[in-house]
């Protein structure tokens, strides 16, 4: 008879740190513009789904994207490339979040990663009633004076 595994809880198990997500997706064809590059449409909504886990993950809560401070392109991201997202919460208010998405362009067949692009995403915390509800704050990791 096969052994079962007892689970332990989800706060026993190595789980990423709540202020950060990290997604990675390949850029396909249908992702691209007659440039064989990504659609700028393509990197935004990628971008604004990692800000909305990571935020979500932080406060456990429904969130809304309520503002994107700033998008920057770096360089052109390829088709045939992997994509990886790292969103973090890097500032808190009462209800809102502000996340940091990087998206870094890595070659598949190589070791070579760049970044591509980045943006900064405000997302605002809502109550059971659809109303702003409080959020906690960043966890600050290590001193670092």
């Given at each position: 008879?096969?052994?079962?595994?007892?689970?332990?809880?989800?706060?026993?198990?190595?789980?990423?740190?709540?202020?950060?997500?990290?997604?990675?997706?390949?850029?396909?064809?249908?992702?691209?513009n007659h440039h064989g590059t990504l659609f700028g449409g393509?990197?935004?909504?990628?971008?604004?789904?990692?800000?909305?886990?990571?935020?979500?993950?932080?406060?456990?809560r429904k969130v809304v994207t309520r503002h994107l401070d700033?998008?920057?392109?770096?360089?052109?991201?390829?088709?045939?490339?992997?994509?990886?997202?790292?969103?973090?919460?890097?500032?808190?208010?009462?209800?809102?979040?502000?996340?940091?998405?990087?998206?870094?362009?890595?070659?598949?067949?190589?070791?070579?990663?760049?970044?591509?692009?980045?943006?900064?995403?405000?997302?605002?915390?809502?109550?059971?009633?659809?109303?702003?509800?409080?959020?906690?704050?960043?966890?600050?990791?290590?001193?670092?004076?």
């Open positions: 008879m096969p052994q079962t595994q007892d689970l332990a809880p989800l706060s026993a198990r190595s789980l990423p740190q709540s202020s950060e997500t990290r997604i990675t997706h390949v850029v396909f064809p249908g992702d691209t393509e990197a935004l909504s990628m971008m604004d789904s990692a800000a909305f886990i990571c935020a979500t993950r932080h406060c456990r700033a998008m920057e392109f770096s360089r052109p991201i390829p088709q045939g490339t992997l994509v990886e997202l790292v969103a973090r919460v890097v500032r808190t208010g009462r209800s809102s979040m502000t996340v940091l998405v990087e998206l870094f362009v890595e070659d598949m067949y190589s070791e070579r990663r760049e970044l591509g692009c980045t943006g900064t995403f405000t997302l605002v915390a809502l109550g059971d009633d659809g109303q702003p509800t409080p959020v906690p704050p960043v966890k600050v990791v290590g001193d670092v004076r």
